[in-house]
């Protein structure tokens, strides 16, 4: 009995994206990306417009560079810095992928342009999901475990036989 095979390249984002991301709007201060993010643990946000269309994306590294190392900290940063617009600190235009991309394209993108998030976008450009490389790592743990425990189960079956 053999394992069947699955080209991972091939799957779509949509079946590995975190759905409905949380984001910030353009104009708000960094108080307001520092406490989304702290709040949802997340290391990367998707900062859409007034209409909802994505623009930028801001990372936890961006907020360090400005108000400190440690994003339970970020609280305790001068005034003057919570206060600063978000478009001041975010990547401007980032690489975003429709829920029909297939992971292949995720992972060319996280490899040769070394980001670690990609927000997924509608028609509208409108971020309906996040992937990032931490969901692919989890997936590959994940199947790798299935895969492990289908094997488990062959090899147990390949030796009753064996037995008879």
């Known amino acids: 009995m053999a394992l069947r095979e699955?080209?991972?390249?091939?799957?779509?984002?949509?079946?590995?994206?975190?759905?409905?991301?949380?984001?910030?709007?353009?104009?708000?201060?960094?108080?307001?990306?520092?406490?989304e993010?702290?709040?949802?643990?997340?290391?990367?946000?998707?900062?859409?417009?007034?209409?909802?269309?994505?623009?930028?994306?801001?990372?936890?590294r961006d907020l360090r560079a400005r108000l400190g190392t440690d994003v339970h900290g970020f609280a305790g940063a001068t005034v003057d810095a919570l206060a600063e617009?978000?478009?001041?600190?975010?990547?401007?235009?980032?690489?975003?992928l429709p829920p029909t991309a297939t992971l292949a394209q995720a992972l060319e993108v996280f490899a040769d342009d070394r980001v670690g998030a990609i927000p997924v976008v509608d028609d509208g450009e409108r971020p309906v999901g996040i992937v990032s490389y931490v969901d692919l790592l989890g997936m590959i743990r994940e199947l790798?475990?299935?895969?492990?425990?289908?094997?488990?189960?062959?090899?147990?079956?390949s030796e009753s036989w064996r037995e008879e």
């Open 37 to 60: 993010m702290a709040a949802g643990g997340f290391r990367h946000l998707p900062v859409v417009d007034a209409t909802g269309r994505l623009v930028g994306m801001v990372s936890e």
């Open 144 to 157: 790798s475990e299935i895969a492990a425990r289908k094997l488990a189960a062959v090899e147990s079956l």
């Open 85 to 96: 617009v978000v478009t001041e600190v975010m990547t401007p235009d980032p690489i975003a």
């Open 6 to 35: 699955v080209d991972l390249r091939s799957v779509p984002l949509s079946a590995v994206m975190t759905r409905g991301p949380a984001t910030v709007e353009e104009a708000a201060p960094l108080a307001d990306a520092a406490a």
